[in-house]
């Protein structure tokens, strides 16, 4: 019972993940990629490639993990409440980010 539990859970988040990435208009399927799942969110989030080398060492990725967060829920509009959602309750918050009324936001360019 368990493991069906854990397989509806997995399949939520990844569905929801795939409509987060489509939404911020990179391609869905990248969700079920791994690594480079990681590297399209650091593009939805506007940061370089390397932040995934900081993921790999320890204690370091849990302060990218909460930072990468935060910036995705302000891409959608969400405040720091809503990060903490994501952190702790993430089969519930991004299936809002997914299917909810928040839209993706481009932060504005800087005028040359």
């Known amino acids: ?3 069906a539990g854990a397989l509806l ?9 795939w409509k987060t990435f ?22 939805i ?6 932040w995934l080398l900081l993921m790999l060492i320890p204690y370091v990725n849990i302060v990218m993990l909460v930072w990468v967060a935060n910036l995705l ?8 409440g809503f990060t903490v959602g994501l952190l702790f309750l993430p089969f ?3 299936p809002q ?3 909810g009324k928040a839209t993706f936001q481009r932060p504005a360019q800087p005028a040359v």
Do not use: H, Q
């Not at 859970?9 to 993940?17: E, N, P, R």
């Not at 911020?24 to 969110?41: C, D, R, S």
């Not at 989030?45 to 390397?50: E, I, Y």
């Open 45 to 50: 989030v506007d940061k370089p490639w390397w």
């Open 1 to 3: 019972m368990v493991c």
């Open 92 to 94: 519930i918050f991004y």
């Open 73 to 80: 829920a302000k891409r959608f509009g969400k405040t720091e």
């Open 9 to 17: 859970i997995s399949g939520v988040l990844i569905t929801a993940l």
């Open 97 to 99: 980010l997914a299917w």
């Open 22 to 43: 489509e939404k911020a208009g990179e391609p869905g399927w990248a969700a079920i990629v791994p690594i480079y799942n990681t590297l399209t969110l650091l593009r």
